[in-house]
Structures are given as C-alpha cells and as structure tokens.
C-alpha cells in the first residue's frame, strides 16, 4: 500500500491563520516574511498571534466578528497584484521600527524578511477599519500604531496570557 505521506518531506508546514480583520489590537510577531503563492508571484506576510483586544467595536462589520486573544493572525501583501502594497508596507515598517523611509530599501526589508527574523518578538499595536471601495465592496484598511517596547508589552499584557501563549519576552524591544 502507497503511503498517504509520499512527498512530505519536501513539504512546508502550513500556518492555520486568520486574515487580519477590523479591531484595535495588540500582537506579538511571530514572522515577517516573504513567501512564493501557487502561482509563484511572492507575497509579503505578517505572522502574528494576538496578545489583547483593546477595542472590537469596529469588528461589527466583519461578519467573523472580532479577534480573540490567542488567534493567529497575517497579513498578506501582494505587490504584483496590487499598487499599494509596497507602500503600505513600507509606511507599516516605519511606523513599527522607526525609521525615516528613506532608510527602507530592498536591502532592509531581505534582512528583516531573512531566516533570522529580527522582528520577531516585537509587541506591536494596530488599529484596522473596515471601509468601503468605489465599488461598495468592504475592505480591511490595516494600520500599525506603534511598537510597544517590553516593558510596555509586559504592563499592557496579562502575565498568564504572555504564560498561556508560550510568548517569549526576550526579543521584544
């Protein structure tokens, strides 16, 4: 009998994430990455799981509803598909990590995106709206607001919940 696994061991594992949705949130991140979809175009990804809901009232228009504490979340950016997403990354890393924007080339971004993941770690708060395009259709508008420093992480977050969630403090800024 053939083995349900054949091929596997070429395989990525897999994140079971949510797109990020409406809400003002706290997460800690887990990846910054560039990642290959079917078709092959490469898309930007932020991995993230929520550590605190600081308002869901604007999540009432996603028919999901907010984002609980503990839920994995990402971002998915895909600058040959769409104009925006390379400035909207773009202004997302200056806000988080504070640098003027001339300061972020492609350079910066492979190394932020590389295997040793300098980001990760970081507490980083958001505040994501719900809008509506030209077309009437509903559109997540996902902003960052600042990077939290440890300190600021561990007041704002539960110890049990940093315990819960096997989040590790020590790279957070």
């Not at 053939?2 to 797109?19: E, M």
């Not at 300190?151 to 989040?167: H, K, N, S, Y």
């Amino acid at each position: 009998m053939a083995s349900a696994f054949g091929g596997i061991d070429g395989k990525r594992a897999s994140v079971n994430s949510d797109y990020f949705r409406a809400g003002d949130y706290i997460t800690y991140l887990t990846a910054f990455k560039q990642s290959p979809n079917r078709a092959g175009l490469v898309n930007i990804i932020w991995e993230m799981t929520v550590v605190a809901v600081l308002d869901a009232s604007t999540a009432a228009a996603e028919p999901r509803g907010p984002h609980r504490v503990g839920d994995s979340v990402s971002w998915l950016l895909s600058p040959t598909k769409h104009d925006m997403a390379l400035p909207n990354c773009k202004a997302a890393l200056m806000t988080i990590i504070g640098v003027p924007e001339a300061s972020i080339t492609q350079e910066f971004c492979d190394q932020l995106s590389s295997a040793a993941q300098p980001m990760k770690g970081y507490f980083v708060q958001w505040s994501n709206r719900v809008i509506q395009t030209k077309n009437g259709n509903p559109f997540t508008v996902i902003k960052p607001v600042r990077k939290l420093s440890k300190v600021e992480g561990e007041r704002m977050i539960p110890a049990q919940t940093l315990a819960d969630l096997q989040i590790d403090t020590s790279k957070a800024d």
